[in-house]
Structure formats: structure tokens, C-alpha cells
């Protein structure tokens, strides 16, 4: 389908990286001074900034806690910005939406970023912080249920942990949520010819944040930074995948569902047509689209929580 007019509008304010040439701290204040806080946050229980053990640093989290008698489930949240960009902030108003309607404890990590931080810090980081809300979350009212989430890198480094865990006898996962997420370099596929320009994230910004990230060429080989180089997907978590039709990382992100599928993986995939990237939780203040797929977000993780009272 056409363009949404609010996504038309997002495009034409300019685009996520200034120019392929730019700065980190060049990009990083462009992007600063084009978000802008809520006026009228919607109101939760309580917001605490704290910090939780690290491979090299205490790791900064913000902890959202819902109204209501706890414990509860856990959300374990991975902001988006191409492993370069972003913070506690700009998922603030998505953080809100889903522990109220879910009822859960929402655990925003605030990663190290690349360049200063390459490949892996992000994953170490994003790790830890899930190891730690499973062994200590009685500290912040969790009953022991735990999902991941987050949008674009963010999706990346959720679809990232629940690998780890797999692979290295860790956390149960309830979910993984996984919003436009990164799951391999930039590529021919149709969706980067198609949307690759002029559609807010393009491919040269892409190729920009694939040469912050990685250390070398070898580390695009390695499923803990790019999931679709993985042998094998089975015995991962339910997924709740979620793309946008107007998306450079559209068609990798559905790949990577139907790679899930074929593993035997229960999945959800849902396109939003007309849409953007960001639409989930980065541009929530410009497109309306964005509390519909907080609601299918809420549904997914009430429904996945219910299973685990279950068993």
C-alpha cells in the first residue's frame, strides 16, 4: 500500500545518519536534537534509575514498575540506534505503553555504544543484564518470568540473548520481541533496493553503523552479531517478529522469522504496511500506527506469561 501520510512526513524531515561521512558524535547530536521528550508521560507505578553488574562496567537500566500487587513478569528492553546511537530516552514512551497494559516490570538497558565499544560490548552487556534480572529480579518485584524485546539494533541484540541463552544454559525466555530488528548486513535483498533510499533509514546509514560495529569483516560470520548467520535455529524462544513495508531491513527480518518457523519455533509475523522503521518505539510521538503494535506487543507478551503459569 501507498506511504502513510505520518510516515511521509517523518521522511521528509531528513533521514536517520546525516551522510555516510559523519562523526559519531556528529550524528549522535544531530539525533539528540531531533527527539524530543513527551510533555504528558504516561504514568506508571514508579521509574528508578539504578545500575546492575557488567562484564567491564556497572550497566546503566532504567526500571519501569507497573500499578498493582507484584511480583510480576519481566521485560527485558534493548533500545534501537544502530549499536551507535541512542539511550534510555527515546524508548521511554514505549517502555510506559507495555508495562501498563501488560502488567510487567520493564527493564530498559542503557549498553556501551560503538565506536568507543565495538563488537561486543553491546551483546556482553545485553547479556548480563538479562543474567542478572533472572537471578536477582525478587529485588525489583519479579516473579521469574522473563522476555526480551527491542527494536531494530535493539531487536538485534534481543534475537542475540536468546541465542546466548540457548547456547549457554541461561535464562528462560518467555519471548522474544523482536521490532524491525537487525539480523545481517546491509544486502541486495528486495527490500534494500526497493526502500534503501529516502525512506528515513537508509542503506547508506546502514553501512555506516556496519562500520562502527564490528571489529573486522570476520565478526559479520558470527551469529551473536548477525542471527541469520546462525547453523541453527531450533530450541529458541517464541517470537513475536514485527517488520514495516517501507523498511530496508523488511525482508532480512522476515527471513530470519521464517528461518525461526522452519526451526520449529513458534512465531508471529506481522508487516505494517505503509510503514516505516522506527515505528514501534523510535517514532512513536509521529506515527499513530505505533499504539496499535503496542497493543499486539501487550497481547503476545500476556499470552506468553499465561503459558508459563501453565506449565
Not at 242 to 248: G, Q, R
Amino acid at each position: 500500500m501507498p506511504l502513510h501520510p505520518e510516515a511521509r512526513a517523518v521522511i521528509a524531515r531528513g533521514g536517520l545518519v546525516p551522510d555516510g561521512e559523519a562523526t559519531p558524535a556528529r550524528v549522535r547530536a544531530a539525533f539528540a536534537a531531533s527527539w524530543r521528550p513527551s510533555p504528558r508521560p504516561e504514568p506508571v507505578e514508579s521509574v528508578v534509575d539504578r545500575t546492575v553488574p557488567g562484564p567491564a562496567a556497572e550497566i546503566p537500566v532504567r526500571v519501569y514498575t507497573p500499578h498493582g500487587d507484584g511480583p510480576f513478569p519481566v521485560l527485558v528492553w534493548y533500545h534501537g540506534g544502530g549499536w551507535v546511537l541512542g539511550s534510555l530516552d527515546e524508548n521511554d514512551a514505549t517502555c510506559r505503553a507495555l508495562c501498563n497494559a501488560v502488567g510487567v516490570v520493564v527493564v530498559s538497558v542503557d549498553y556501551r555504544l560503538a565506536p568507543e565499544h565495538r563488537y561486543p560490548a553491546a551483546v556482553e552487556d545485553a547479556y548480563a543484564a538479562l543474567t542478572w534480572v533472572a537471578a536477582h529480579g525478587a529485588e525489583i518485584g519479579a516473579d521469574g518470568r522473563v522476555a526480551v524485546g527491542g527494536e531494530s539494533a535493539g531487536g538485534n541484540l534481543a534475537a542475540v540473548v536468546s541465542l546466548m541463552a540457548r547456547d549457554h544454559d541461561g535464562p528462560a525466555i518467555s519471548l522474544q520481541l523482536l521490532a524491525t530488528p537487525v539480523t545481517a548486513p546491509p544486502s541486495d535483498r528486495p527490500s534494500y533496493v526497493d526502500y534503501g533510499q529516502g525512506h528515513f533509514l537508509d542503506r547508506e546509514s546502514m553501512e555506516w553503523f556496519f562500520r562502527q560495529y564490528p571489529r573486522d569483516p570476520s565478526d559479520l560470520d558470527d551469529p551473536y552479531l548477525a542471527p541469520l548467520a546462525a547453523s541453527h535455529l531450533g530450541g529458541l524462544p517464541p517470537a513475536l517478529v514485527m517488520t514495516a513495508e517501507y523498511d530496508p531491513l523488511r525482508d532480512e527480518a522476515e527471513e530470519y522469522a521464517h528461518r525461526l518457523l522452519d526451526a520449529g519455533v513458534p512465531v508471529t509475523l506481522l508487516r505494517y504496511e505503509g510503514q516505516i522503521h522506527g515505528f514501534f518505539a523510535l517514532l512513536v510521538d509521529q506515527l499513530s500506527v505505533s499504539a496499535e503494535a503496542h497493543a499486539r506487543a501487550a497481547a503476545a507478551l500476556r499470552a506468553a506469561f499465561a503459558q508459563e503459569v501453565l506449565r
